[in-house]
């Protein structure tokens, strides 16, 4: 009897173990993404759409300066005929679509976030987050902030510096979150956008958690150029400041920043080039920012992560490897008395482990590959993914 009461122990510890590693999922996401609520060239629905039909688990829609909650009436442009988003828009949802015409004009009736969620959201499978891309300047320099799960929409700030526009943003940010009680979170958008945002300005924020380490759009710079360092450059710049600040450390984020949806070109923003993967067990927004704070998702071009475990000692890490295509694991610190995060590790191959040494003080993963990006066409651009620095206890 004995012997089969342990055996049913055994039995029930690993039925326990196997649906608890089946629920902690990778959730793929984008969180910066436009529509015509702003300058992107199509409806929400038909964008969310692409989304759910390219196996992806969440989207947000941040369009600029706005949350979506407004009646509001667009009129078709030369350029929209062109593209034929209404013939689109009709085949796709029917009865759903609401326009009007007068003596010189057809306009079509946006649907609210409320509207579009209630329509294309579906429990456990696809997940709709509310956001606005806070779109202020200082001067000439673009200062844009998304704001993932945002409840009421934020003005676009003035202010007398690049800093203080950013640091007010975030704070009216930590007001809305803190006086409903919801989660939400700010993250910078494409600093080298316009050159607007600097490694100095970033290091300056208090409570600023995220940025775009990735951004699909082709006006951002993600690799800098001769004056301006890269946004990876800058990430861990900011994180060794924060560290001797005391600050928590920066994430990473990749995101498309679509706007173009009618043709996939280099010289257009469209969807695919840059997601989240995120380990939460359910696929709710509250799951998914607290897992996104804790530092439990990655940021990816195109590689995806098959497993990722960090104990007191040590980051494994392995690739889900593609057919003929070659991988470079590395891993990348900061060590005490350094003055820049340096290559630790070199790994050569698909998966990959590193022991953490007694000077670490923070330690992240970054894969490179040679497989070229899926978006754009014909671009050099080789998938990539990076994991959350890590920091260390030894
Ligand atoms: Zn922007
Ligand atoms: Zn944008």
Known sequence: MRKIVSLFIVFFLYVSCNSNSENQQWQKGNLHTHSFWSDGNDFPEMIIQWYKNHDYQFIALSDHNTIAEDKRWYQLSKKDLENKVLEKYVDAFGSWVETKKDSLNLSVRLKTFDEYRSKLEEPDRFLIIRSEEVTSSFEN??????????????????????????????????????????????????????????????????????????????????????????????????????????????????????????NFTA?????????????????????????????????????????????????????KPEHDVNYEILFLGYKNGGEVVETLKRVPDTKGTYNFEENDLFVRVKINSDAIKDSPPNTKETKQAWTQPILTSK
Do not use: C
């Not at 510096?161 to 979170?185: C, N, W, Y």
């Not at 951002?220 to 450390?249: F, R």
């Open 141 to 262: 320099k673009p200062i844009h902030i998304n704001v993932t799960n945002i409840q009421e929409k934020i003005e676009p700030v003035k202010a007398s510096s690049v800093v203080e526009v950013m640091q007010k943003t975030l704070d009216l940010v930590h007001a809305q979150r803190k006086r409903l009680g919801i989660p939400m979170f700010a993250h910078i958008n494409h600093p080298n956008f316009g050159y607007g945002i600097s490694t100095e300005d970033m290091k300056n924020l208090n409570g600023e958690r995220f940025f775009e380490v990735y951004n699909g759009h082709p006006a951002v710079h993600n690799a800098g150029n001769e004056e301006y360092d890269s946004t990876e450059i800058m990430w861990d710049l900011i994180n060794i400041h924060y560290l001797q600040q005391g600050k928590p450390l920066l994430y990473g984020i990749a995101t498309d920043d679509s706007h173009h949806y009618h």
């Open 267 to 319: 010289d257009l923003s469209n969807t695919g080039r840059g997601w989240v993967m995120v380990k939460s067990k359910t696929l709710e927004t509250g799951s998914l920012i607290d897992a996104m704070e804790k530092g439990d998702f990655y940021a990816s071009t195109g590689i995806t992560i098959k497993k990722y475990e960090v104990t007191k000692n040590q980051i494994s890490i392995e690739v």
